[in-house]
């Protein structure tokens, strides 16, 4: 009761006074705004893409009465208050101390897992699990992960083939599966990934939730047996391992828990007539699609910093590579991602454009939402990214609709709902019915691909 207490006093929503602003000008402090005009769109979206020193926004301002939730780093409030007053922009105080608010949801984990033994409906693991220190249901380090990998192309090597695509920025190497019967080379392929940005741990976790039912439904279910007989299915639980391991080194420092980028080389821009130093790529700006334009910034400090050109990144280096060796084959590609509850096609960079075949893939889209929402009630939009939430280039997504003739490619943006705050630090004990119904969704796309092979062949 007091662990759930202490939580309850940082989330109060407070209305701003002098008095309210400089008692918190220490602390990581989220706030909720609303822009209600174009004017105050414009002003927020500056913010957003020049600069992450005094502001981290969790969600770029795009619409008008659309809230959004900014965490403003310490030292920074009182010239917050100052920027968002002059633009007459309103906002509440969602919580007053988000390091405090991290430490307590950490302290609640660890003694939920102590009880984590004995609840056999949480537990999604066998011997080969065990020996390798990963669990479903939790948040696991990047070493577990290969680790339990590894073990599975051991135990499951008729199904299980692990291999890197390449090397990160501190030569990580970026570890995933290929799920399939070997009897055949040139199969269709699905391709799935995640964690291209470090501090979306959820996404991570359902890429592992797919390995996992996709290998154990093999062996009782059909229909995941002919899955894995006609197709290849690859799966890149997490594509930025270098960004991921930072955000576990300091879990209730919210400037290294919420670390987005990679952890690439130092760059610099000018301020005040200094050189200020800042690190890391947003690897999902740095693809060859619209590179440089909207929803990207040129400023090595802002965290949607693209990169001084297009695969300037290892990482993003090692996904072209590995999909263009498969351009000839891939049929879906799908990457995950944290949180809004959307599932995105292409063209996302700008609004009104189109894939000649979006017909198909909003149709596609329409039955994976819907059989998602079959399990929980969860309820996902579908659509471009300018329809649904914003417009942004140089993604993964359209880049690989564009260059590696694959017909259905989808961002997913998994749970929560866009206005929830917890987006990034969700409680564990939402992982597995996450995984659940995101299985469910992605079985849609892959039928499709399996019913238009079928078609072909015939």
């Known amino acids: ?113 102590m009880l984590y033994d004995n609840d056999k409906e949480k537990r999604f693991w066998d011997d080969i699990n065990r020996n390798s220190n990963i669990f479903l249901g939790k948040y696991n380090s990047y070493d577990s992960i290969v680790r339990w990998l590894k073990n599975l192309e051991r135990r499951y090597h008729n199904i299980v083939t692990v291999n890197s695509i390449g090397t990160t ?42 390995i996992q039912q996709l290998i154990t439904e093999y062996y009782s279910n059909p229909k995941i047996t002919e899955y894995l007989s006609l197709l290849d299915i690859y799966i890149y639980p997490c594509l930025n391992p270098d960004g991921y391991e930072y955000t576990q080194t300091k879990p209730n420092d919210p400037s290294v828990r919420l670390w987005r980028k990679n952890r690439g080389p130092t760059n610099y821009e000018w301020e005040n007539g200094k050189k200020r130093y800042c690190r890391g790529v947003d690897l999902n ?34 996904v072209r590579d590995a999909l263009l060796s498969l351009r000839n084959r891939i049929k879906a590609y799908i990457t995950l991602h944290t949180y809004s509850q959307l599932w995105i096609y292409p063209y996302s960079h700008a609004a009104n454009t189109y894939s000649s075949d979006v017909d198909d893939l909003k149709a596609v889209a329409k039955e994976s939402v819907k059989s998602l929402m079959k399990l929980y009630g969860t309820k996902y939009q579908y659509g471009t990214g300018p329809e649904v939430i914003y417009a942004f280039s140089g993604g993964s997504s359209d ?60």
């Not at 407070?14 to 000008?25: F, L, N, P, T």
């Not at 019967?181 to 501090?199: L, Q």
């Not at 740095?286 to 990482?315: L, T």
């Not at 630090?425 to 996450?434: A, F, G, Q, V, Y």
Request: aromatic share 12%; proline share 4%.
């Open 169 to 210: 920025a501190e030569e990580r190497f970026i570890y995933g599966v290929k799920l399939g019967t070997k009897n055949v080379n040139s199969k269709p392929v699905i391709w799935i990934d995640a964690g291209i940005h470090a501090r979306e741990w959820v996404a991570i976790h359902t890429a592992l939730y797919l």
């Open 1 to 113: 009761m007091i662990i759930f207490y202490s939580i309850i006093l940082v989330l109060v929503a407070v209305k701003k006074s002098a008095s309210v602003v400089s008692g918190i000008e220490r602390n990581y402090t989220v706030l909720r705004i609303t822009p209600i005009n174009i004017e105050q769109i414009q002003f927020l979206s500056t913010l957003y893409l020049n600069d992450d020193k005094m502001a981290d926004f969790w969600k770029p301002p795009t619409r008008i009465n659309e809230t959004i939730h900014v965490m403003i780093n310490p030292g920074f409030m009182k010239k917050f208050d100052q920027l968002l007053n002059e633009k007459s922009i309103s906002y509440h105080i969602e919580m007053n101390d988000f390091a405090q608010y991290l430490k307590n949801k950490e302290k609640m984990a660890r003694q939920r897992n």
């Open 285 to 318: 700006r740095n693809f060859a699609f619209h590179f440089g334009e909207i929803g990207s910034s040129s400023s090595p400090c802002s965290n949607v910093y693209r990169g001084k050109y297009a695969f300037s990144e290892p990482e993003t280096q090692a």
């Open 399 to 458: 880049w690989a609709k564009q260059s590696t003739n694959v017909k259905y490619s989808y961002t997913i943006e998994l749970r929560p709902s866009k206005s929830s705050m917890d987006g990034f630090i969700l409680d564990r004990r939402e992982l597995i019915p996450i995984g659940r119904e995101t299985y469910e969704g992605i079985k849609v796309v892959i039928d499709k691909v399996i019913m238009e092979y079928k078609q072909g062949r015939g």
